[in-house]
């Protein structure tokens, strides 16, 4: 599985930003797929995540915030995450991530930084 994001950059607080990742390669058994984040000095934790039937699931903190959603093509699993409202506290680098029969691929992290 090969992971492409795209989105991220600089954006003032109160702006929105999206965020896309395409799933290519062995595709087939893609079951959760979603974004991750990760700010200097603090653990990796979920922005939000989407499930194969596309049941969404959000973390606390960005909840009412952000949404997620998902395409499942033939050769591709697409996911687009809107995120609005941003705060400074969002800036972080955020990944892409699939899980695949309980294997977990990573994308290359995206830089959201948010002004204040």
């Known amino acids: 599985v090969q992971l492409q994001a795209s989105g991220g950059g600089l954006v003032q607080a109160g702006g929105s930003l999206r965020l896309s990742c395409a799933a290519s390669?062995?595709?087939?058994?893609?079951?959760?797929m979603g974004w991750y984040r990760q700010a200097p000095g603090k653990q990796r934790e979920l922005v939000a995540a989407?499930?194969?039937?596309?049941?969404?699931?959000?973390g606390d903190s960005v909840k009412g915030r952000i949404s997620i959603s998902r395409v499942n093509a033939r050769n591709t699993v697409s996911l687009r995450m809107s995120m609005n409202s941003l705060k400074p506290e969002d800036t972080a680098v955020y990944y892409c991530?699939?899980?695949?029969?309980?294997?977990?691929?990573w994308g290359k992290g995206t830089l959201v930084t948010v002004s204040s």
């Open positions: 390669g062995n595709i087939f058994g893609i079951n959760d």
């Open positions: 991530k699939a899980d695949q029969s309980g294997m977990n691929y």
């Open positions: 989407v499930t194969r039937g596309g049941r969404a699931d959000y």
